[in-house]
């Protein structure tokens, strides 16, 4: 196990509503990054947080949006979900925001939108 | 283009047969490189990085050419546990998306017996 924990595992939500996917970082890791699987695609990488503050977005709309505590944990937010929206949402942690070394990741959270 | 280009599969092989997987990168300033395992509805796993001289781990071999922007990946002898997908990754990413690792689609590997 990587140490990065991820919740809910599983959830399902109806288009319009909002969703909080929320994530345990490795301990000793500064940064966070979210990840968007669609079945079948590659992690397609969201945004970046380092010490509290967005550090990178990649090219998603603003309702997705997220935080990163003190303590490094992290949460994702997705507002007016969308059908296509039904993907796994990936965490992973790593020691310095450049990404040169390891990527450990959750085991994710599934959504599923209605 | 794709940030990340990998070959489309899927690859069907037996088991012992040498098989190698081919991705490009669109990002020049690029400057770390790795290979990724993902199991079937599972999270993706370091496989190994990929350094400019090449380098080796086991039956795993991984080559990169900074000039043509290219990345393989070669595995020797495979084994049934080597069904997975291999996703090809590469940091630096495009504008806003900073120093994130960017993925590419992936390559399915199944080995029969």
């Known amino acids: 196990e990587t140490g990065v924990t991820q919740s809910p595992t599983h959830l399902i939500k109806t288009r319009g509503q909002q969703v909080t996917l929320r994530c345990s970082s490795q301990?000793?890791?500064?940064?966070v990054s979210w990840y968007q699987q669609a079945l079948g695609q590659g992690p397609q990488f969201i945004f970046q947080?380092?010490?509290?503050?967005?550090?990178g977005r990649g090219n998603f709309p603003p309702r997705f949006s997220g935080l990163q505590f003190p303590n490094y944990s992290s949460e994702l937010n997705v507002n007016a979900l969308e059908l296509d929206d039904s993907a796994l949402y990936l965490c992973?942690?790593?020691?310095?925001?450049?990404?040169?070394?390891?990527?450990?990741f959750g085991e994710g959270s599934r959504l599923t939108v209605l | 283009r794709k940030e990340v280009e990998q070959d489309p599969g899927p690859f069907n092989v037996p088991e012992g047969a040498t098989v190698a997987f081919n991705c490009t990168y669109s990002?020049?300033?690029?400057?770390?490189f790795f290979w990724y395992r993902q199991d079937c509805r599972k999270e993706p796993k370091l496989l190994m990085s990929?350094?400019?001289s090449g380098n080796e781990d086991g039956r795993f071999t991984a080559q990169l050419n900074r000039a043509s922007q290219y990345i393989s990946l070669l595995i020797r002898d495979s084994k049934l546990s080597d069904s997975a997908t291999y996703l090809c990754?590469?940091?630096?990413?495009?504008?806003?998306?900073?120093?994130?690792?960017?993925f590419g689609k992936g390559t399915t590997l199944s080995v029969s017996s």
């Open positions: 992973a942690s790593s020691k310095d925001r450049a990404n040169t070394g390891e990527l450990f």
């Open positions: 301990s000793g890791h500064n940064t």
């Open positions: 947080y380092y010490r509290e503050e967005e550090n």
């Open positions: 990002n020049s300033a690029s400057q770390s």
């Open positions: 990929v350094y400019s």
């Open positions: 990754v590469v940091n630096g990413g495009l504008g806003q998306a900073g120093t994130a690792l960017i």
